[in-house]
């Protein structure tokens, strides 16, 4: 059976050492989508348009977001990111959030784009909870990641 | 119809002043869920045993992503929260997280709470990777707030 | 002769106690200007409107930069900030920034309006300086403070 | 006409993807000016020498303002940074500042260059706001650049 | 037998609940020595005076590791600090820290006292050393804590 | 006799530059000691198992304090960490801690090892001050370090 590699044998939490491992180009793409209402999505565009600052907050949430995982989450190496994308499309009541990282070091940047992804969310809930208090974000995972030793991998459909 | 209030007449976003609002006793609690492997679930749990420091690691991920959300969140005032609880459900194939936040402060918590379960859900999702690369982290949303103005305010049915 | 408080007798610096001073609404108004190149202007304007993100980008950093104070000046008390505006106003080749910092703490909130004026210059300077490397921001300074036992003031005429 | 590269084609901000531009020695070179009054300035400086903390006080600002450039400016990429230096330059009734930054990365330091200045000015701000509150900080500007593609950039006479 | 409060009946770590607790006037004391070698001592004391900045550099980071706490110490309470101190006492060959920390909010200020001591010692640490490699910092403690319903306490002779 | 390379010809702060170092595997091992009681080391250990969260909420701190480092130590510069350990020995009224740190980076990892130390001291210390208000952290120390120019160091008998 796998096992957590963040733990030791013992079970104790670890920063794993990737000294190792090559530096090379790596990228990750996460997404989710922030369920909402018709009414939320339609003050959030008007004519297709943004409204005032309202996206571009949650953009730039997401982008620092990225920048802040490895004070997020405890056992992310700190990583010199070479690249972040935060994009939104806005359904019937819905906004979906997609993020890609880029980084050209020894580990991977999937925590990246997935933060970048739920702190997006995190500021688009902020933004719309004094409409809609009862939004939901859903789906955030990993889409696809490519780079390193593992190569390409893309989510498997049904998951 | 309603309008966002972190957003001026002209679009541009703004911290809201709350000086006037009373400071009160306020209390959040956000939820959501973590789908990935009936493998991972039993990873997670032997016995009922927590393995190792796993959770732990996921519950002060959230904890102290509860503190960092003024740093996170752009429009967020930044506030004394006056304590954090973070749990953990494990069900066959996920895992249930539920944040609670308090402060005594002149705005609500609901974003603290949502931030807990947020990051906790990303420190969980970083443990799982390597073995489950397409785990979703799902239904983060607030469940009830309570204190200030507004009173008790618990999820509708079916939203 | 005026001393500075931020510095003991000896010279040695500390953060000034401030626990027997009141709690009080306390404001600070600080601005500055960027000056750029008529063409770097036209392109954060585009018939009157703010092109893209470019403005909410700088406006973000700077209500972000404003909570990040007492992170970035020493001697500074962490306060609860009540609410921070930024504003732009797009000259012929320049961008002028007022920020506006609002608390309820026993100290005052000039560098968080400051700081928010800087941060947010900075974010500007760092949008343009592909299209005009010689950018400079001046001015940065406190317009007007009121609350707590200083009363109103307001930046004389000729400084 | 040129255009910001930290926004996409529709205007959305974005961390410019720098993976593919190479690794090199880069320097940049800022400064800026705090307008006070002499008697601050002497205040500051007691026969030549710094008086206390005050100056190093800021000097730490700077050094530690500049390893912060990525937390706060939104589209900036973290870094490596190989070294900072910051200098005080006491005149009549103002105060001087310059700070060089340097790195071995993928792109430039211009932006912790201008931080470092900001943010020592801000620390300064602070020190002196009791004695006089109409300082001002002016001047905020790259200096001179080197390293990468770009080559030397000095700023044009009369800029 | 006594319980930590910082853990569940499970053992769960949380931030515990002070809604309930005062606001009251805080303060805390702690210390801390390097012990490091003469020589050492010589550099950063010159006839009694500090040499350049680096006790400056150790204060300052110091006072702003303070308002740190609950960045690092994962289930401190986030609070605003009044005002912070921080001595240094040169002897032989050590150097002997001491923190005061304030406040007035429901909980005490024991860890921001502690953390400053111990962040001032990383700061000695980092200056001397090139130096002394095997340089020491011993009996970070508490020595005094007044405020709040426990009054007064100071450390016992022995411990 | 020696000087502090932290400080110029002048005395003045500065992070050094050190571009023309090689990037290299480096390590650093450091360790410390909390003193408390015996009652205290029962309660986090109950038949050589660890107590609940209480140990793993240590060195989670300590791994992430690693990471703050650069935010912390002010002259210190930002580096990619590749991996950190920290491990706990339960003694009789003792708690002894080692922390490991690597990089592949142009300077060494003593200081990061050295926090992840004092970082998890202060963790315990919160974990057991209202049980043990006198708890005392000792011999924060660097044990051994190795990669680079300098070559392998390990501390000398009887410091």
């Known amino acids: 059976m796998s096992e957590f590699s963040h733990l ?3 079970g104790a939490a670890r920063m794993v050492d990737v000294s190792e491992k090559p530096a090379a180009a790596r990228t990750a793409v996460a997404s989710g989508t922030l369920h909402t209402t ?4 339609a003050l959030l565009a008007e004519g297709g348009l943004p ?5 571009a907050t949650a953009r730039i949430a997401g982008i620092m977001g990225a920048k802040r995982t490895p004070d997020l989450v405890p056992l992310c190496h700190p990583i010199a990111l070479s690249g972040v994308d935060v994009e939104f499309e806005l359904g019937h009541s819905e906004v979906h959030v997609t ?36 939004a939901s974000m859903d789906g955030v995972r990993l ?13 498997p459909e049904g998951r």
């Open 38 to 41: 018709a009414e939320v999505v």
């Open 143 to 155: 889409d696809r990641k490519e780079g390193g030793k593992a190569g390409v991998w893309t989510r």
């Open 99 to 134: 993020a890609t990282a880029r980084t050209t070091e020894r580990t991977g940047v999937e925590m990246e784009a997935l933060t970048a992804v739920s702190v997006a969310g995190l500021a688009l809930h902020d933004m719309v909870k004094a409409v809609d208090a009862a």
């Open 51 to 55: 409204k005032g600052d309202a996206l």
């Open 8 to 10: 030791d044998e013992s």
